[in-house]
C-alpha cells in the first residue's frame, strides 16, 4: 500500500483545514487508518484512527472534539478534518495504515507511511 498525504498549509490559530490520504496498491479498504504528527524535537504522537469501514474511531485527548477522521473506501482515500486550529497543532502530519480491524495507536502498529504534509497554525 502507498499513501500520499496532502492538504496542509498555514492558517491562523481558529481556522480549519483538511488532510487527505490517498492509498494505493492492494485494497486499503481492509485497512485500519491513522494519523500522527511530529513537532520539531518532539516524537512522533498519535493523533487519531479509523477502523477499515469507518465504524470505529479513536482520537487522542489533545484533538479530541476538533478534529474528525473519515474515510471513503470508494476513493481509496482517508480525511482528517481539523478544526479550531491552535498553535500547539503545528507539525507535520502523517498517515498511516495497518492491515487487520484493530485500531493502532502507536507508531510501531502500523506497516505503511505517507510523506508527511506541514500543518502552521499561527497565533
Known amino acids: 500500500v502507498q499513501l500520499q498525504a496532502s492538504g496542509g498549509g498555514s492558517v491562523q490559530a481558529g481556522g480549519s483545514l483538511r488532510l487527505s490520504c490517498a492509498a494505493s496498491g492492494r485494497s486499503s479498504s481492509s485497512y485500519a487508518m491513522g494519523w500522527f504528527r511530529q513537532a520539531p524535537g518532539k516524537e512522533r504522537d498519535f493523533v487519531a484512527a479509523?477502523?477499515?469501514?469507518?465504524?470505529?474511531?479513536y482520537y487522542a485527548d489533545s484533538v479530541k472534539g476538533r478534529f474528525t477522521i473519515s474515510r471513503d473506501n470508494a476513493k481509496n482515500t482517508g480525511y482528517l478534518q481539523m478544526n479550531s486550529l491552535k498553535s500547539e497543532d503545528t507539525a507535520v502530519y502523517y498517515c498511516?495504515?495497518?492491515?487487520?480491524?484493530?485500531?493502532?495507536?502507536?507508531?510501531?502498529?502500523?506497516?505503511?507511511w505517507g510523506q508527511g504534509t506541514q500543518v502552521t497554525v499561527s497565533s
Open positions: 479509523i477502523n477499515w469501514n469507518g465504524g470505529s474511531t
Open positions: 498511516a495504515a495497518r492491515r487487520g480491524i484493530v485500531i493502532g495507536t502507536t507508531p510501531g502498529t502500523y506497516e505503511y
